[in-house]
């Protein structure tokens, strides 16, 4: 949240203002993927003329329940003593607990979930987002992944995670296992890149294992001629 904040200013976008931002889309309901939620919907939400939104797999309800359970006592300070609250109701999260298809259309923008292989998490979403003028492709937590492609193709922007293939290696056997039917390896990544062909390859969920964070970019760059960068808080694109 404090990179939200960062990048409102940072870019003049006010709706990355946390008490502005209006919608926030789960790809699964791993902790690395979660955690962050209470702090987006218990930030300034005494300042929201809105309520958020929040789009994603089923468990998201669940887990909104318990953090308001959690936030309940921040909530009634609040809510009864001398602080200045636009709507008491606006800490409650609206929430949508999708399936693939197109779940948000709305302003211009069409926001369609697809499934993707992030072994045996099911579901796990990736997101196909078209503009007026882009269209960008977020692959979410997945192995390789044919439907992606499908998804993917002629996208201007793709992010995709990837897992280095020198940071693989170093794991025990049983964890290789595991991420390898999880995740994307560096030089598959780069065999999807040749068959997608983005105008630009984001790297960004990087998993290194101690690996230089650079060298997954030679890895990809090794099999994908294309452009490709690894992804930085505030980086714009
Ligand atoms: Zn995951
Ligand atoms: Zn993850």
Same mark, same amino acid.
């Given at each position: 949240?404090?990179?939200?904040?960062?990048?409102?200013?940072?870019?003049?976008?006010?709706?990355?203002?946390?008490?502005?931002?209006?919608?926030?889309?789960?790809?699964?309901?791993?902790?690395?993927?979660?955690?962050?939620?209470?702090?987006?919907?218990?930030?300034?939400?005494?300042?929201?003329?809105?309520?958020?939104?929040?789009?994603?797999?089923?468990?998201?309800?669940?887990?909104?329940?318990?953090?308001?359970?959690?936030?309940?006592?921040?909530?009634?300070?609040?809510?009864?003593?001398? !602080?200045?609250?636009?709507?008491?109701?606006?800490?409650?999260?609206?929430? #949508?607990?999708?399936?693939?298809?197109?779940?948000?259309?709305?302003?211009?923008?069409?926001?369609?979930?697809?499934?993707?292989?992030?072994?045996?998490?099911?579901?796990?979403?990736?997101?196909?987002?078209?503009?007026?003028?882009?269209?960008?492709?977020?692959?979410?937590? #997945?192995?390789?992944?044919?439907?992606?492609?499908?998804?993917?193709?002629?996208?201007?922007?793709?992010?995709?995670?990837?897992?280095?293939?020198?940071?693989?290696?170093?794991?025990?056997?049983?964890?290789?296992?595991?991420? $390898?039917?999880?995740?994307?390896?560096?030089?598959?990544?780069? $065999?999807?890149?040749?068959?997608? $062909?983005?105008?630009?390859?984001?790297?960004?969920?990087?998993?290194?294992?101690?690996?230089?964070? !650079?060298?997954?970019? *030679?890895?990809?760059?090794?099999?994908? *001629?294309?452009?490709?960068?690894?992804?930085?808080?505030?980086?714009?694109?």
């Amino acid at each position: 949240m404090q990179n939200a904040i960062r990048a409102r200013y940072k870019h003049d976008i006010p709706s990355l203002y946390p008490s502005q931002i209006c919608c926030v889309f789960f790809t699964h309901m791993h902790s690395d993927h979660t955690l962050d939620y209470p702090e987006l919907a218990f930030k300034l939400w005494w300042r929201r003329s809105r309520p958020l939104q929040a789009f994603g797999p089923a468990g998201l309800r669940q887990m909104t329940d318990a953090m308001n359970a959690m936030m309940a006592t921040d909530t009634r300070l609040r809510t009864t003593g001398a !602080q200045p609250v636009a709507d008491p109701e606006m800490y409650q999260v609206n929430v #949508t607990e999708i399936s693939a298809g197109v779940v948000f259309q709305r302003d211009g923008i069409r926001i369609e979930a697809f499934d993707v292989n992030h072994g045996t998490i099911k579901p796990a979403f990736g997101y196909r987002i078209t503009t007026d003028d882009r269209t960008i492709v977020i692959s979410g937590d #997945t192995a390789y992944s044919e439907e992606l492609i499908d998804k993917a193709r002629g996208a201007d922007l793709l992010f995709h995670e990837v897992i280095s293939d020198t940071g693989l290696a170093r794991n025990a056997p049983q964890w290789r296992d595991y991420h $390898r039917q999880a995740h994307t390896p560096g030089n598959e990544l780069g $065999r999807l890149a040749n068959i997608v $062909r983005p105008k630009k390859l984001v790297l960004y969920h990087g998993l290194f294992y101690g690996e230089p964070e !650079q060298g997954v970019v *030679d890895e990809v760059r090794a099999v994908y *001629d294309g452009d490709v960068v690894l992804a930085d808080d505030l980086d714009t694109f």
